[in-house]
């Protein structure tokens, strides 16, 4: 009779568990605000892309779908790297915000850009805008002022 008793047990405690469990799976994820990680995330990524010297990982960091000028944007990047051989980048994020399931970010910018067959480096810096939308893969820039920047 204690034999029977423990083999219903599990089927017992499955039965409580598995709509717990779909109850759980079922449940939308919770936004994940906008705050100075994942701004730090996202221009990170640009970072590792010029200093990668791989476009593809700098354009992840852009929704093409959402951002306006998108194609031109990504020919003007084509330009920039076959310019220039290699990259050093450092930031520094001034201001962040976040409005309408928006981020915003001010940062100041300094590129070093190595010039392809050799010579001397040059720098470029300055203060740029990024606006941030959320997407299915995160935070992605969908606006970027001045675009000159980078050409």
Same mark, same amino acid.
Request: charged residues 25%; aromatic residues 12%.
């Given at each position: /009779?204690?034999?029977?008793?423990? !083999? %219903?047990?599990? #089927? +017992?405690?499955?039965?409580l *568990?598995?709509?717990?469990?779909?109850?759980?799976?079922? !449940?939308?994820?919770?936004?994940?605000?906008?705050?100075?990680?994942?701004? !730090?995330?996202?221009?990170?990524? +640009?970072?590792?892309?010029?200093?990668?010297? &791989?476009?593809?990982?700098?354009? &992840?960091?852009?929704?093409?779908?959402? /951002?306006? @000028?998108? +194609?031109? #944007?990504?020919?003007?990047?084509?330009?920039?790297? !076959?310019?220039?051989?290699?990259?050093?980048?450092?930031?520094? *994020?001034?201001? *962040? &915000?976040?409005?309408?399931?928006?981020?915003?970010? +001010?940062?100041?910018?300094? %590129?070093?850009?190595?010039?392809? @067959?050799? =010579?001397?480096?040059?720098?470029? $810096? =300055?203060?740029?805008?990024? $606006?941030?939308?959320?997407?299915?893969? @995160?935070?992605? *820039?969908?606006?970027? &002022?001045?675009r000159e920047? #980078?050409?």
């Open positions: /009779m204690i034999r029977r008793a423990f !083999a %219903v047990v599990p #089927f +017992l405690l499955l039965a *568990i598995l709509p717990l469990a779909a109850q759980q799976q079922s !449940a939308p994820p919770a936004a994940a605000a906008f705050d100075e990680g994942a701004a !730090a995330a996202v221009l990170g990524t +640009l970072r590792d892309g010029l200093e990668g010297h &791989s476009q593809h990982r700098l354009l &992840s960091a852009f929704d093409a779908g959402k /951002m306006d @000028g998108y +194609l031109a #944007f990504e020919d003007q990047i084509d330009a920039y790297f !076959a310019r220039y051989e290699g990259f050093r980048v450092t930031f520094r *994020i001034l201001q *962040i &915000s976040e409005e309408n399931q928006r981020g915003s970010i +001010l940062a100041e910018f300094q %590129v070093e850009n190595e010039p392809r @067959g050799g =010579g001397r480096w040059s720098r470029r $810096e =300055g203060q740029l805008r990024f $606006e941030l939308e959320r997407g299915a893969k @995160g935070w992605k *820039i969908v606006d970027l &002022s001045p920047f #980078f050409s």
